[in-house]
Every structure is written in structure tokens, then in C-alpha cells.
């Protein structure tokens, strides 16, 4: 397992101490300050070591079939990357269900490449060494989006079934503590340890949380994909483990993602 | 083998901005594992960077530097279209050599 590790960000740190420090005498509130820490990261992302690599395993000829994914349709026709992510999740009639990016990746590794489920699946979320190539095509794919607003589809009826059950989902309250998405999502100001918990039920909030993942994670060094910010958010909540690319996280990635239309995509971003 | 590097390099005034993303696991030898056995340390010790057959930058570095380093220095003396070359060298041995052009 990944433990979380207290040098992560030296360097990083060092080099922007400068800027940030100078600021700090000026005042202002924790989260304030941890907003001009992001800045002063963003400049040198490593979410673009992903990009890089995810982009390269898009056009590799991989699985028993030798194929690339380049006729992959992820929506907007086969092989089209571009804008791709900011309309994702979406009805897809050949597998006749809704699918987020990831679960599409998976469907399109499975059929046209010809892995098994298990083989694509094998590192989900990476960890150190073990990579994680389902990460680095999603950090490809959703970056081909960048400057994209959000406009995701309720038109078929099963789109807007997902959107439904995602929103029940997010005020479902249940599981030891009687948790629901919206007892940590649903109010203003709220935040655990000293991290800011987004209002997901107001549309400012849902935008940014949205169009900033996926993101590196500096406490990991990993890439993480909305995949993984659900997984981890069941696990806070004590609810049972969510499979990937299941229909519940569809139902509340198409509820997120929906309610984030208008934005403009920004990532894969970098986070905390 | 390692993956590349991300390098970009820039002309701001009469200097030249690199920036280098590198990945790398740095590992502290600090951690453990999951079965509570150390990790033993791994990390990135030399990297030089030259251009024009000059050497620009050459720093030792050791466990406090960051998985996934990302390096930013300048230089003055070159123009746009000239190459960076950086190399690292790790404490197994091994290593890595990207380049890129000088952007205007």
C-alpha cells in the first residue's frame, strides 16, 4: 500500500518557497495559502509524465489482437480524442449503457483489443512501480479536452436514467456513520482536517471539482482519475468498496459531470 | 527503462528557461512496504545538463528531493533553436538523457 510520505514535495517546495514566502506575511486564511501553493505547482505538473505515457499507450498495438486504440470511439467517433472527455459520460448504443471514460477505455481494451477484463484491469489505481496504464490513458484522454467546455448529453432516456440514480445516490444516506455524498458535499464551508470540502450541490463548486480531475496527487505522486476520487469517497463514507466502472459510479460520475456543464475543462490538474 | 523525460526550454530576455519533469521513484529508504519491510532507497544522484557541448547545470541530489522531480534553472549564452540535453544518473545506475530545442 502507499503510504503517505512526508518528503514528497521537497523539492517543489523548495523551489517555490521563494514566491510563496514572500507572501506569507501579507495574511490571509490556511486555505488561501493552500490555493497559492497549487499555483506555484502547477507550473511543473507531473501529471504531464502521465499524458505523455498515456498518449504512447494509445497508440501502441497491445492485447492478444495487436490492435492500438486509435478506432476507439470514446463518443465522437472512432479515434477521436479531442473534446472527448468533456462530453463523457455518455449513451454508447454499441455496448447499449451510459459509460465514463474509464469504463469505455475498458470496453474498448476488451473488445477490440482483446484483453480479458482482469488483464485490463490489473492495476486499476497505480502505486509506485506498479503503474497503472488505466491512469495514464485517462490523464491522455481528459488533457485533449483542456479549454473544452463541459457539455454532457441528457437526450437518451438511459442518460437521463443515470443522471436520476446519481442523484439519488448522492443523498442516499446509509452505512455505519449514516453518511450521504451530500453530508460532506451539501453545505458551504465545510472542510475535514484542512481540506476544503466542495459544495457539490451548488453549481460553482460542482464545476471546479469536475473540470479538475483527473489530478496529480502530491501526498501520493500519483495520477488519480474520478474513478479513483469515487473509490476513495466510498471508502469516507464506510460504504461497501465501489467496482470499477460499475453502473452506480456511472450514474454518479454522468450526475457530476451533467451538473458541471458550461465549464471549461482544466486538467488533469494537480491536487494536494 | 525509465520514462522520458518532459523537457521545455525558452527564451525569456537573453536567458533561457528549462524546465524538466522527471520520472522517478525517488524512494527515501525512509518508507515500508505493507509488510512492514523497508524500502530500500532508489533515487536520482547526478544531473548535468549541457548545451552546446557546454556543461549548464550539474547538481548532486539525494532522498529530499520529491518523487517525480520537476527541475527549473536558466542559463544565458544560448539562442532559440539550440538544444538542452539533461541526463540523470540514479543510485542503481541508472540513467536517462532527453533533449529538447530552445524555444523563441
Known sequence: MMQWRGGALMLGAALVAVSVGAQAQSGGDTIKKIEEYRQALADGNPADLWEARGEDLWKQKRGPKNVSLERCDLGKGPGVVKGAYAELPRYFADADRVMDLESRLLHCMTTQQGMTRAEALKVPFGDGEKRSDMEALSAYVAGESRGVKMNVSQAHAKERQAYALGQKLFYYRGGPHDFACATCHGEANKRIRLQDLPNLTETKDAQKAYTTWPAYRVSQGELRTMQWRLNDCFRQQRFPFLEFGSDTSVALLTFLARNANGAEFNAPAIKR | ?104
Open chain 2, 1 to 104: 527503462m525509465a520514462d522520458p523525460m518532459r523537457i521545455r526550454a525558452k527564451m525569456e530576455g537573453d536567458k533561457t528557461v528549462v524546465r524538466v519533469l522527471m520520472s522517478h521513484e525517488m524512494e527515501t529508504g525512509q518508507r515500508k512496504d505493507s509488510a512492514g519491510k523497508t524500502i530500500p532507497a532508489m533515487f536520482i544522484q547526478e544531473v548535468t545538463a549541457t548545451c552546446n557541448g557546454k556543461t549548464v547545470l550539474s547538481a548532486q541530489w539525494g532522498t529530499s528531493i520529491s518523487k517525480n522531480p520537476y527541475l527549473q534553472f536558466a542559463f544565458s549564452g544560448a539562442k532559440a533553436g539550440d538544444k538542452v540535453v539533461v541526463s540523470w544518473v540514479d543510485s542503481k545506475g541508472d540513467k536517462r538523457t532527453d533533449e529538447a530545442a530552445i524555444a523563441a
